[in-house]
């Protein structure tokens, strides 16, 4: 079974700043990485995804992310942040080659973009 | 917006009753995955349709269960309720059923037991 951790649970940062937030998985096959961003009261909207080839992934909005394998990681960076961006950010996985194509999701990341 | 519809937004009821939450995927989507996002366990997968068919489960309660309709369109059934079933409830379609595709989220139904 694999599992999301992502390491921060709120990530505050001032406007036009970097930011970046973290996420490492644990697998016992390889997987799909997949970033989502949820604003307030609305679903999810996919970011990024990496499925194979160049492990710098660029996505919507800026955001960009890089699959690290020997260390199981896949964190989200953005070079200068707006106010819009204040929303949650969830990373999630999908199993290679299993029966199982849902997403497994971390807990979640709430970025909060101060003026 | 992803295309993806769900009706109620919202819904309250009270501990024991049953409540059906709706969903109408993408046009052309034959997959809808139905996820729980609370508070305490996060964002969970609960059931996977495809093309009529159930393809996967997830940590689904045997009091819920879901069915999806020959114009693609699924409902989720919930029986019982506790207050512990207050939650959002989200669907999402992809085109297929490959780890590949993108799925789409709807809005989400949020349900309140009382």
């Known amino acids: 079974a694999q599992s999301v951790t992502q390491l921060d649970s709120q990530v505050p940062v001032f406007e036009e700043a970097p930011v970046e937030l973290r996420c490492n998985y644990s697998s016992s096959v390889s997987v799909y990485l997949f970033w989502y961003v949820q604003y307030p009261n609305q679903g999810l909207q996919l970011l990024l995804k990496?499925?194979?080839?160049?492990?710098l992934v660029k996505g919507i909005n800026g955001f960009e992310a890089e699959f690290n394998k020997s260390q199981t990681s896949f964190h989200l960076r953005k070079p200068s942040v707006h106010i819009s961006d204040t929303a949650e950010y969830f990373c999630?996985?999908?199993?290679?080659?299993?029966?199982?194509?849902?997403?497994?999701f971390g807990s979640g990341t709430r970025l909060q973009v101060q003026p | 917006d992803s295309g993806v519809t769900q009706t109620p937004k919202h819904l309250i009821t009270a501990t024991g009753q049953r409540v059906t939450l709706r969903c109408s995927p993408r046009s052309g989507d034959l997959s809808v995955y139905w996820y729980q996002q609370s508070l305490d366990q996060g964002l969970q997968f609960l059931i996977q349709y495809y093309n009529g068919e159930e393809r996967a489960k997830g940590n689904i309660l045997e009091r819920f269960s879901a069915q999806q309709f020959p114009d693609l369109h699924s409902e989720l059934n919930l029986s019982s309720l506790e207050l512990g079933d207050s939650a959002l409830y989200f669907c999402?379609?992809?085109?297929?059923?490959?780890?590949?595709?993108?799925?789409?989220f709807g809005p989400g139904t949020r349900l309140t037991v009382l």
């Open positions: 999630a996985v999908s199993e290679m080659d299993t029966g199982r194509r849902a997403l497994t």
């Open positions: 999402a379609s992809s085109v297929r059923d490959t780890r590949t595709d993108t799925q789409y």
């Open positions: 990496y499925l194979s080839g160049s492990t």
